[in-house]
């Protein structure tokens, strides 16, 4: 877990790529709001797509290998952005370079896709009694990346300028992919499998040797498996709003606070700063919570503060209460992941990797969604859209309150499925 963790901290600061340093681009390429927000949104789109297959891939491989090809393509993809700002920058950098500069960030953007990854990772080390408490500790401490980086690239590029940021940037990437090779290790079934024994004999050791979780067949099936259980798209869609909303804020906020409320540059990254860290840190007693009272019930409650705080996000015109509904949204995000995971195992336990493909992949997507809607929202309607913008969120969260009590509905339906396997 703790190595899925650096690995997944490491990967994960690419949410922040390009969120705390948009407008030094805006300056010198003229860029317009739908532009500022498909260029924040870039890395999420590698990042959101990518964990399906990656996801799926852990059934099959276990994690590390699948870890370590994502961190090397981010890697690639931050050198590729450094090599630009070093060749161009600031002189020759124009509307011309943006297409390269949105081809970097989605290839930097693969490092986000270690999520899926390690969620296999962790699940199969941990018993069922247990996961809620592992996954939350494992996402929770690798989600505070983003909001680090956004309070750190600004000060390196403040005293040594854009390059500096980008390569700092780069040196820790290198970093994390040389701590993951060391410190991350597959469950026993993967071992036992790599060491040369069959599937069977691999599964019938790692149960002596206490893992719960098995995998299906291969990655193919376990997508498969996963994508013909229906209570997957429920989960995928709680996810959207909960994790890639978690995204989509992480990356528009400097643009909002600055654009709406003319914050100093400082304010706007501190305000996204504490909305990141404090949207992930809540998601670790949000996974205890989750264990203890129900991934339902608490994804219920954390929906109803992502509700609450949209509303006051898209309708305030001071500070003070925009900033209440920034971080009650930031709460209820951070809470409902944690549920949201919880209840993965719980629903299909026979394919926990591809079910994280694609509740990972295809939710992670809001955070490549949302940020141009909400600038096509601003383009529109001028400032007040900044605010406005916010009632996508209105929206989703409202979807989410049903999708939850569908789930939990059919929660009784899941528990008698569940038995035999158990036995």
Known sequence: MFGATVGFFIGFGAVSLFGPTAQSFVKLMDLGPQQVGLLVAMPMLTGSLLRIPFGAWVDRNGGKLPFLVLLLASVLGIAGLYWMLLSRYPDHLSQAQYPLLLACGALGGCGIATFSVGIGQVSYWFERSRQGRALAFYAGLGNTSPGLVAIVLPLIIAYGGLRAGYLVSLAIVLTGLVLYVVLGFD?????????????EQAMAQARAAGQELLPAAGAARSLRDAAFSWRTWPLVGLYFTSFGGFLALTAWLPTFWGAYYHAP????????????????????PGGAWADRLGGEKVAFAAFLSVLAGALLMSGASVLGLTVLGEFLMGAGMGVANAAVFRLVPQYVPDAVGGTAGWVGGLGALGGFVVPPLLGRVAQSLGPVGYA????VYVVLALLCLGLTGLLARTRAGVARAARPLAA
């Open 265 to 284: 540059h400082w304010l706007a990254l501190a305000l996204t700063a504490g909305f990141s860290l404090f949207s992930s840190l809540i998601r670790v």
């Open 187 to 199: 469950a026993p079934y993967f071992q036992l499998r790599r060491g040369g024994a069959s599937r």
């Open 388 to 391: 406005r913008g916010y009632l």
